[in-house]
């Protein structure tokens, strides 16, 4: 059985200032493409069985600079999509709502094609991923490389946790985490590694 990297990309203009990134399409900063750069000698030497990324700019970009060859863009590794919430920042949200959380709270809808998703909605999308790849991981290492919400949510489903258990795994941007196994069981191996 093999190991599930996940990568979450470098950083953008929106994940420095904090705020919510899912639809919008943005490029990698400077500083995020050398976070992504940095990424290459941590998965040099791996072969994978499977290598899937986001369809967005962020995401593609990252794997090309991180040396992940050949990774094929999935539409389901996406960002939640955080609907009226896009490009806000969770300070703002406090102000007029003061308890809410993304994890249990969900989001408002936004414009057109964007209605925003549910923490069970994302945990859904999760799950088909995980099913994508169970056989290629029974050949070796797969490596995903998306968003931190959604990885995150994706963390917490391969470990039997609900969806908005992803509120326990923070995830920096530019890192790689790796979920394995032990004694046949999925575990945290290693979590939001930086050369």
Do not use: C
């Not at 420095?16 to 940095?38: C, F, N, V």
């Not at 996406?78 to 920042?89: K, L």
Request: proline share 7%.
């Amino acid at each position: 059985m093999g190991d599930l990297l996940l990568v979450r990309h470098g950083e953008t203009e929106w994940s420095r200032s904090g705020q919510h990134t899912s639809w919008t399409d943005l490029p990698l900063t400077r500083a995020g493409e050398e976070q992504a750069k940095s990424l290459a000698p941590l998965l040099s030497g791996r072969t994978f069985s499977l290598a899937l990324t986001s369809p967005l700019q962020r995401a593609v970009r990252t794997a090309e600079l991180a040396g992940v060859a050949q990774a094929v863009p999935d539409p389901d590794l996406r960002e939640w999509d955080y609907g009226g919430y896009e490009g806000v920042t969770t300070a703002a949200i406090h102000r007029t709502r003061p308890d809410w959380s993304l994890w249990t709270d969900g989001v408002p809808p936004g414009p057109d094609g964007h209605p925003g998703e549910s923490p069970a909605e994302v945990g859904a999308r999760a799950d088909r991923v995980l099913s994508r790849v169970a056989a290629a991981l029974a050949d070796g290492d797969v490596i995903l490389v998306a968003h931190g919400h959604f990885l995150r949510v994706v963390t917490a489903r391969r470990l039997g946790l609900a969806p908005a258990d992803g509120r326990l795994f923070q995830l920096a941007t530019g890192t790689v985490s790796r979920l394995s196994t032990e004694h046949g069981r999925p575990v945290v191996a290693e979590w939001n590694t930086r050369p």
